[in-house]
């Protein structure tokens, strides 16, 4: 059930979009033990003239916020965020001190999904 | 006061963005109890090849994030979540499971709005 | 460290984002007493029909999150809401009124970032 939300400076490439989704999609099955058909990825592209960023960031700096249920424990999500920045250091080639990750609890009441019936997933 | 956000696929027709402006704030509106005046909502559409969703999910995907004043019970928010999914399958037509919803509660302090000043609205 | 994302509703020229960035960024270093090389700010502007706001508001009404460690005292965040609105009143000109703000506190382990290492920045 993670909703995941990315931003970034644009404009960039489809390549490097495509590898921020599915490197991201990838560490949050494999680190916080998400089933894949449950997770959803998605890229908020801003305009370079829309953003504000200090001297020490690059244009690749990027923001993801992970909502997803509490009950995550502290080592968890410190072994996520390490997963998710080896990941896109790999690619598409984003330094780690470059993403800045938020994680965001919520309890059953507060995230309400509803399961997919599209399609052949879970 | 509630702020809405929703989150889409595009690209989407101006009637199905508008159906899910109006069917959003009527179901705040009456759902929460919030006065049509404090009730702000927003649809952030993202291309399609922004957005990584499973199999099972449909590009009719939708999340709606609500942020308003913490004091909700427990039922009102189950019986406001039923309430904008029936509202929405109605019209624009979106599939309740399709319907993620994500609620956040404010203190008075941390979420801090001024009543508008401009036309005729409360 | 503050992440902040503002809502505005488009179009809007290039004068009043720049304003609206730099205004925000100099109330949060100031207000927050965040140093500057650590607060990023971005302005998402969403077409007039995508926003559905009540009659009282305005075209210029604007939502400002601002994602932090936790910490702050009641006082500060209240000082800072009241420099933020008199700031941006000032420049690009936006009523007070027209301005909400969503703090949202974050823990260490919630909300990580590493120091950003391009360029002369702290």
Redesign the interface.
Known sequence: ?P?V?I?ITGPKS?EW??AL??GT?AAVVSGLGAP???????????PD??????????HD?T?IEV?MYEGRT?EM??AF?ARLRETLAANPGI????????????SR??????????????
Not at 36 to 46: K, L, S
Not at 109 to 122: C, I, N
């Open positions: 059930m909703v939300r931003d489809a979009k495509r989704l599915e999609r894949d058909g449950r997770v959803t990825v998605r890229v908020i592209e801003t003239d829309c953003v504000d960023i200090p001297d020490c960031r690059t700096f923001v909502l502290a999500k410190q965020v330094a780690p001190s470059e993403v800045t990750v938020l994680l965001r609890d919520y009441l507060d995230l309400d999904v509803l399961p997919g019936e599209a399609g052949a997933g879970s």
